[in-house]
């Protein structure tokens, strides 16, 4: 099926190679980082979120980013994203020459605190300092707001202060804004008024939505999300993915799962779906474990199978 006007196709950000693999017990080595990003790059994927350059003490599972970024073939079309939180973080992540810069602050000052030792304000102030440091490069700047929609250690966390940073992201020059619910706290109603809202104070915003599963509202909050207007995801192949200074936290909306929803609804999503599905069908080998995707093991809606025997006479 083809989109029409009336269902604008979105673009999707894979971050398994970030979201996923930051929080996997074990490491999962460079070469095989590397084979994942590049089955992931020859999927029609728009975006990838290849790694983060973090402190290796906070996220050692990423402590190769530079590696990750040398090694990956860089297929035109794709723009290769970073995770970034600080100055140290975007020079590391300007020298091997990213498509886009994700900054990351929260909203809530407790997961702050937890995730990267800085309220929101201490972040802001930071993210100032690495725009100076982006000026004359090539690079977009994002910024995702961690925490948008509840937080596992403050709860409620209000409309207007995810709006406020908002305006104080763009005032200072962040070029796309990633609103983002790291514990699975946010529902369908919550998730629709806060995309009506900021898309209606920022139109022209490329504003995309960061989604777990972790109470099985992921693919229902996807959906709500796109019907109020919002075309950009984030989402994880296999439905892994996870903070590990958020506790509770889970794996993000499944890729595949996600694809398959839009597609079988006849909203384009540019993704080859057999092909993320043999890419994600590489996941348990390589992180040792099964994983939360559904569509992967049921097979897409159009399977079918043989009739019994004794339901044919
Ligand atoms: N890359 C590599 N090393 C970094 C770094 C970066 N971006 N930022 C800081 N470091 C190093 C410093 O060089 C210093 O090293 P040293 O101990 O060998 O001297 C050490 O980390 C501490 O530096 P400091 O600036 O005091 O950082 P911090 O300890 O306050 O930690 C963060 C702050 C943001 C760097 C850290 O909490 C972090 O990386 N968090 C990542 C959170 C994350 O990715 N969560 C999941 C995704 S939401
Ligand atoms: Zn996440």
């Known amino acids: 099926m083809t989109g029409t006007s009336t269902q604008p196709r979105v673009t999707i950000n894979d971050v398994a190679p970030r979201d996923g693999l930051q929080i996997e017990s074990r490491f999962v080595p460079t070469e095989e980082k590397i084979r994942l990003i590049d089955a992931l790059s020859r999927t029609g994927l728009a975006k990838i979120e290849a790694t983060s350059f973090t402190s290796p003490k906070a996220i050692p599972n990423l402590r190769d980013a530079e590696a990750v970024m040398r090694g990956i073939e860089r297929v035109p079309g794709v723009d290769y994203v970073v995770l970034v939180p600080n100055e140290k973080g975007a020079e590391r992540a300007l020298a091997c020459g990213v498509d886009e810069i994700n900054l990351v602050l929260s909203a809530s000052d407790s997961h702050g605190r ?47 202060r995810v709006l406020s940073i908002t305006e104080k992201l763009l005032a200072m020059g962040v070029q796309g804004v990633t609103l983002c619910d790291t514990t699975g ?36 909050n ?72 559904q569509v992967v093991k049921a097979g897409t809606s159009d399977r079918r199978y043989p009739l019994p025997e004794a339901a044919m006479d």
């Open 185 to 220: 706290m946010a529902n369908p109603r919550q998730v629709a008024d806060l995309c009506r809202e900021t898309l209606s104070r920022w139109p022209w915003l490329p504003v995309t939505i960061h989604l777990h599963n972790t109470r099985g509202m992921g693919l229902a």
């Open 222 to 293: 996807a959906l709500v999300a796109w019907q109020n207007g919002i075309t950009r995801f984030d989402a994880s192949l296999g439905g892994l993915g996870g903070c590990p200074f958020a506790p509770g936290a889970t794996g993000n909306v499944c890729t595949e799962d996600l694809v398959h929803m839009f597609e079988q609804m006849g909203v384009e999503t540019g993704v080859d779906l057999e092909r993320l599905i043999a890419a994600s069908e590489l996941l348990p080998t390589m992180i040792g474990h099964e994983v939360p995707g």
């Open 114 to 160: 937890a995730n990267l030792r800085m309220t929101a304000e201490q972040s802001l102030e930071r993210f100032a300092n690495i725009l100076q440091i982006t000026k004359g490069h090539d690079v977009f700047v994002n910024a995702s707001i961690s925490t948008a929609f509840g937080c596992p250690f403050e709860g409620d966390v209000p409309f207007k």
